[in-house]
């Protein structure tokens, strides 16, 4: 039924308008249970401080799933032909006689809602999908299936999403989810999972929506470890960071490969060579090298004063310490122990054999033994012999390895690396040093010395909170009569309450995400990687060690390829550690990019990747995308007056240019967002911008949802030929809102 197929679409409307009011009103009530459930866990009445905890986080997690739902709740219905109704929603919902009234999107029974077709109608005869605004059903449209010429309006809801004006940040598709995207979402597969597309295909908002299938059939599996989303840069992961949220999952950490190390973020980058070289493997020799040549020999024996002798380390000693230390494959801070006590063995037996001599042998053993022994312990204080092992052997941190080792030409050499990682300031980090330091992490492991102090401090106060809790006890138990008579409250119903043992009991209660992003060690149980095709071989180390059950959905577009140490195929990256665990999926269709837009971006493509076929674009705009020629003098007015004329009209925009152009955002900057407008600046730069710059350009070219215009000085490149001549310009501040990802 259509609005203009029946005279009883209104009243159907109202019916259908009943019905979901029903639905909010038991999503109402469903809140109000969820709530009190989680006063109830604040209180925590008896339960332990630990079941406390957990209880408040899970009520937690339901209270934020209900809490996203009004908005769409429930967006369409199925009619089968066996006169079964299901409705389809954000949630799932149950009567009081626990009969479905809504269906997740996410439940089997729901997937023909996206797959059902009029030639293969999956026993359905009719698919009506609604559409609203906040609690209110506007319209509703309905597609019959199952019978010749079904599906008039099948592609209502679709067109009418991707024609929308874009907002502040992705939206989902849980609406209008297509079939190839669908399969995707729902693919049952435990390993990796590549999804590539090109502009406008979905491929990110699909890798989102599998997340939430994915925690909706394995939650007890996932949902303990979260899930962690990792982005090109900060404003893309600001722009699909509602997108989970909106679907009810909030157990999802976001960042960028610059912020994998906790407390490090970086967003500088490297020179394409020194890119290169820190991608590549071959660092990891490098960075070997590096730690081994910080294992020194002496040039002259050192000495030791010990026992009121002095005795030396030799080169001969301090070699087969290092031998000993580095055959145990310990990391480097951890095999420092061996070193010392191999080198303190020999310098203790000298000074035995020097204080000894004449009256003791090594054949008076528990003489010799206790003598050793005393030395021994007193060189655990001596200065010296400290001062030899940090010289020979010291506590290393990555930052201090890798700043000396680009700051410093020799070390650089001596550790065979490319000339090029030197720079200046070794502390100015950049992208690409994240892997190299999350390396270094277990290459030199942790300073044991700092461990042992850090235990003894939590031992203290422990001890101290002990000693305490005795004393509030003592003070109870005489005071107890006058207690219970003055206050009404009894000494058993304050510790009942855990008021002392709260005291007792060492509890993070932080949520999943952040304790997740403050540790280095987490790992999760599922990692997306968007525009995977950036991330070079060592980044994909870091990313392996955080997901080591290896289920991973991976994002990208080879042919948008710009980083020098990024993926030129998946298999290169992948097969090193799933070989035979990872499927590929490709989708093919644009749902971002009207056709006129599509064919100038087309065009570029073909010029840098002839083999690689552009997405067909579901629908045209009517507006031919253009160009205009302005001398150096007149292009920021001509900027200017595109702002003011794009900022009359309703959606997003953003001016493109090449690096440095005032007023304008790089290429890279926009990569993953789509705005409705978009203005190119300077084309030819952008394609003169290093060995990438095509790529750069067609990213750039695929940002517009709507309009395209296109500013140049010099004359066009061959591949903009085909641009008109402009019409009034349009235009927008430069990524002053942002758009949908696809």
Not at 516 to 530: E, G, I, L, N, Q
């Amino acid at each position: 039924m259509h609005p203009d197929d029946s005279a009883g679409y209104d009243e159907e409307l109202r019916t259908e308008r009943e019905y979901l009011g029903g639905l909010h009103a038991r999503l109402d009530a469903e809140r109000a249970r969820a709530a009190g459930e989680y006063e109830t866990a604040l209180a925590g009445d008896g339960m332990t401080p630990m079941d406390r905890d957990v209880q408040v986080r899970a009520s937690a997690r339901v209270v934020r799933r209900l809490d996203v739902a009004d908005d769409g709740l429930c967006f369409g219905r199925l009619d089968g032909v066996d006169g079964d109704r299901s409705y389809i929603g954000r949630i799932g919902l149950r009567d009081d006689h626990d009969e479905p009234v809504l269906l997740d999107w996410r439940a089997p029974a729901s997937r023909p809602f996206y797959t059902a077709t009029g030639a293969h109608p999956e026993g359905l005869r009719l698919r009506r999908q609604f559409h609203t605004r906040g609690r209110r059903l506007l319209s509703f449209t309905d597609e019959e299936l199952g019978r010749p010429g079904a599906g008039a309006h099948g592609d209502a809801a679709l067109l009418a999403a991707v024609n929308a004006p874009r907002g502040e940040g992705m939206r989902d598709i849980v609406a209008t989810i297509q079939a190839e995207q669908d399969e995707i979402i729902r693919l049952d597969h435990p390993g990796v999972t590549v999804i590539e597309g090109g502009p406008g295909t979905g491929k990110t908002v699909v890798a989102l929506h599998r997340v939430a299938y994915l925690l909706y059939t394995q939650r007890e599996r996932m949902e303990r470890h979260g899930v962690l989303v990792v982005g090109p840069n900060p404003a893309f992961l600001d722009h699909i960071g509602r997108v989970l949220p909106s679907l009810g999952e909030s157990d999802v950490v976001f960042t960028t490969t610059g912020d994998l190390v906790p407390g490090r973020h970086v967003t500088a980058e490297d020179t394409p060579q020194a890119a290169r070289a820190k991608g590549s493997l071959a660092i990891l020799d490098v960075l070997a090298a590096a730690v081994a040549d910080r294992q020194r020999l002496p040039d002259e024996p050192l000495p030791v004063e010990i026992g009121d002798v002095t005795v030396r380390v030799d080169g001969e000693t301090a070699a087969w310490a290092r031998e000993e230390a580095r055959a145990g494959g310990r990391p480097h801070n951890e095999a420092r122990a061996v070193f010392a006590d191999i080198v303190a063995y020999v310098l203790t037996e000298r000074a035995a054999a020097r204080i000894g001599r004449g009256w003791l042998t090594p054949r008076d053993r528990d003489a010799w033994r206790g003598l050793t022994a005393e030395l021994r312990d007193e060189l655990a204080g001596n200065e010296a012999f400290t001062g030899v092992l940090d010289a020979l052997w010291p506590v290393l941190t990555p930052e201090a390895v890798l700043a000396t080792l680009y700051a410093s030409p020799e070390r650089l050499r001596a550790a065979g690396a490319d000339p090029a990682l030197g720079r200046a300031d070794g502390d100015a980090w950049t992208v690409s040093d994240v892997p190299l330091l999350d390396e270094l992490v277990d290459l030199l492991g942790p300073d044991p010395a700092a461990e042992k102090a850090a235990a003894r401090a939590a031992d203290r106060s422990r001890q101290e909170e002990a000693e305490y809790a005795a004393g509030v006890m003592e003070i109870l138990t005489l005071d107890r009569e006058e207690l219970d008579e003055d206050v009404g409250v009894t000494v058993d119903d304050l510790l009942h309450a855990g008021a002392l043992a709260d005291r007792f009991e060492e509890r993070d209660t932080r949520d999943l995400v952040d304790r997740a992003s403050a540790d280095r060690d987490w790992t999760y149980r599922h990692v997306v990687v968007d525009e995977a095709q950036e991330l070079s071989a060592m980044d994909w180390r870091v990313l392996m060690r955080r997901c080591p059950s290896r289920s991973l959905t991976v994002v990208g577009d080879l042919a948008q390829r710009r980083s020098p140490a990024g993926a030129t195929s998946w298999g290169a990256m992948l097969d090193r550690y799933v070989a035979g665990r990872w499927v590929y999926r490709s989708l093919t269709v644009n749902y971002r990019t009207p056709a006129e837009i599509m064919g100038v971006a087309a065009a570029v493509l073909a010029e840098f990747a002839p083999d690689v076929r552009p997405p067909e674009s579901v629908r045209a705009s009517g507006v031919r995308p253009w160009s205009r020629q302005v001398a150096d003098d007149d292009l920021a007015a001509a900027v200017e007056e595109f702002r003011r004329d794009e900022a009359a009209r309703e959606g997003t925009c953003v001016v493109i240019g090449p690096p440095g152009t005032e007023g304008a955002v790089t290429p890279s900057g926009t990569k993953g967002l789509e705005f409705d407008a978009v203005l190119v600046v300077d084309p030819d730069r952008i394609l003169a911008d290093g060995p990438r710059g095509a790529a750069e350009l067609y990213v750039a070219l695929t940002r517009a949802t709507q309009r395209l215009g296109v500013l140049h000085r010099d004359p066009l490149p061959p591949a903009l030929a085909g641009l008109t001549g402009a019409p009034a310009l349009t235009s927008c501040g430069a990524g002053s809102r942002h758009g949908d990802a696809g």
